[in-house]
């Protein structure tokens, strides 16, 4: 079992910048990263990184989102810059375990971007 605590999100205007962190405990994991879904949407990729560094993103965030982990600490962070009220969503942690390559999620985090 892999167990994931977010936090950051939050508020802000459009523009502006939030952070949000994720640490996994119970296994070493694999690929973490972050998924969002909107209300009435499904849920969609926002950025995925391996314990190599090497990091995917949705073209909707790629040059204003930037993905990071600490492998040693087992956490994930995204670093959301020049907002927009269209990345209003809840956001939520993933990773997959190394052992068992099952799939786990957080709890999830409101963004909330207003224009």
């Known amino acids: 079992q892999v167990q994931l605590v977010e936090s950051g999100g939050g508020s802000v205007q459009a523009g502006g910048s939030l952070r949000l962190s994720c640490a996994a405990s119970?296994?070493?994991?694999?690929?973490m990263g972050w998924y969002r879904q909107a209300p009435g949407r499904q849920r969609e990729l926002v950025a995925t990184?391996?314990?190599?560094?090497?990091?995917n993103y949705a073209d909707s965030v790629k040059g204003r989102f930037t993905i990071s982990r600490d492998n040693a600490k087992n956490t994930v962070n995204l670093q959301m810059n020049s907002l927009k009220p269209e990345d209003t969503a809840d956001y939520y942690c993933y990773a997959r375990s190394a052992w068992s390559s099952k799939d786990f999620w957080g709890q999830g985090t409101q963004v909330t971007v207003s224009s």
């Open positions: 990184i391996t314990r190599t560094d090497s990091a």
């Open positions: 119970g296994s070493i994991v694999s690929v």
